[in-house]
């Protein structure tokens, strides 16, 4: 090893390490040389929060949005659609399983039933075969249904673009509706909490609820509101990609310095005993 070259290693006083700017995504196999597993057992001092830690410093949250920034810097929705009505369906039939597995479904089904109306005069029952292999069929169906026939018959055929109307549809709740304003309709009235944003905001200490509505709040307070769209598709394509839920990918990650997170699989910070 050339002289002056250390490798990097775990913090003793858990601050940043202040390590370079990644500019790429893929994995650095020097970095894998000496890998140091995390140890949920082995806390900070004072609990594990090192002193003079602020996970919600102005700083570290600029910090995470410039490497999400640099990690995804063009992401959208995943699910195919067309229009908003179909990002609708989309939506509802995500819940419970994968956009791919979605994507797969909803070309086929949107032949068959091209517009709202179409789905509006189906009863739930006709509709469960064409969903059935996005799981929850039946529900999914007559949220679908239910959804149709309220948009038909009180917002002439078109979906509201709006939060409190939004949230009178069955079947929608503010994750649905979040997708909707925000990737169709362009507007920030929230941030879209499912299973990737509540894992990682919590392994990033963004917050410690894990209520999707007391989490989205938090983010809310923290996360400026001209980031709030592009921030919830960035989270979640991160935690398709490399902060999985079991064995995230921690060695490749570029928020690894900035990350405590109790269940890390390579680290050079401190990890912390809330983080996870
Ligand atoms: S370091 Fe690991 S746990 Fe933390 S954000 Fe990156 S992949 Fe997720």
Known sequence: MPRGVVPRQPSKSGRHQGTPAKKSLPARPGR????????PGKRG??????RGYDALAPARIAEIL?????????????????????????????????????????????????????????????????VRSTGFFRNKSK????????????????????MEQLLTLPGVARKTANVILGTWFKKADGIVVDTHVTRISRRLELTKNSDAV?????????????????????????????CIA???????????????????????????????
């Open 32 to 39: 894998a040389r000496s890998p140091v597993q995390a140890q």
């Open 214 to 242: 007391k989490i989205e709040q938090d983010l809310m307070k923290e996360i400026p509101r001209e980031r709030w769209i592009l921030f919830s598709h960035q989270i979640i394509w991160h935690g398709r990609k490399l």
């Open 143 to 162: 949220s679908v249904v239910g959804a149709a026939q309220k948009i038909v018959n009180e917002f002439h055929g078109e979906v509201p673009d709006n």
């Open 246 to 276: 079991r064995r995230p990918k921690c060695a490749e990650c570029a928020l690894e310095h900035l990350c405590h997170a109790a269940d890390k699989t390579w680290s050079t910070v401190e990890i912390h005993k809330n983080a996870k």
């Open 45 to 50: 001092k004072r609990g594990g929060v090192p």
């Open 66 to 130: 410039k490497r999400l920034d640099q990690l995804y810097p063009d992401v959208t929705c995943a699910l195919t659609h067309r229009n908003a009505w179909e990002l609708l369906v989309a939506t509802i039939l995500s819940a419970q399983s994968t956009d791919a597995n979605v994507n797969r479904v909803t070309p086929e089904l949107f032949r068959k039933y091209p517009t709202v109306q179409d789905f509006a005069a189906l009863t739930p029952e006709q509709l469960q075969p064409d």
